[in-house]
């Protein structure tokens, strides 16, 4: 059963920085990983995605800001988000493979 356990969620200020993991289990391998987030009454939206291909994408309103990363010996997937803004405010989720996905983690940015 694959699973994916978000973690490193919390409340920052405006300005500050966060490092998201996510740890997946019973799936031996995979390419295509990514993080979403949706805000209070938005639907779901991409953050950023790294494909099987090596190619990253970000949204146009964290890049500069957000690095998404692997380890690949702890099979976990990890998002830094730095230079936080109130508009990250958001329940982030994580997906592997465009299949699997995380319950979420809670990031509340303060101003």
């Known amino acids: 059963q694959v699973q994916l356990v978000e973690s490193g969620g919390g409340l920052v200020q405006a300005g500050g920085s966060l490092r998201l993991s996510c740890a997946v289990s019973g799936l031996a391998g995979f390419n295509t990983m990514g993080w979403y987030r949706q805000a209070p009454g938005k639907e779901r939206e991409l953050v950023a995605l790294?494909?099987?291909?090596?190619?990253?994408n970000y949204a146009d309103s964290v890049r500069d800001r957000f690095t998404i990363s692997r380890d690949n010996a702890k099979n976990t997937v990890y998002l830094q988000m730095n230079g936080l803004k109130p508009d990250d405010t958001a329940v982030y989720y994580c997906?592997?493979?465009?299949?699997?996905w995380g319950k979420g983690t809670l990031v509340t940015v303060a101003s």
């Open positions: 997906n592997v493979q465009r299949v699997y």
């Open positions: 790294k494909s099987s291909s090596g190619t990253t």
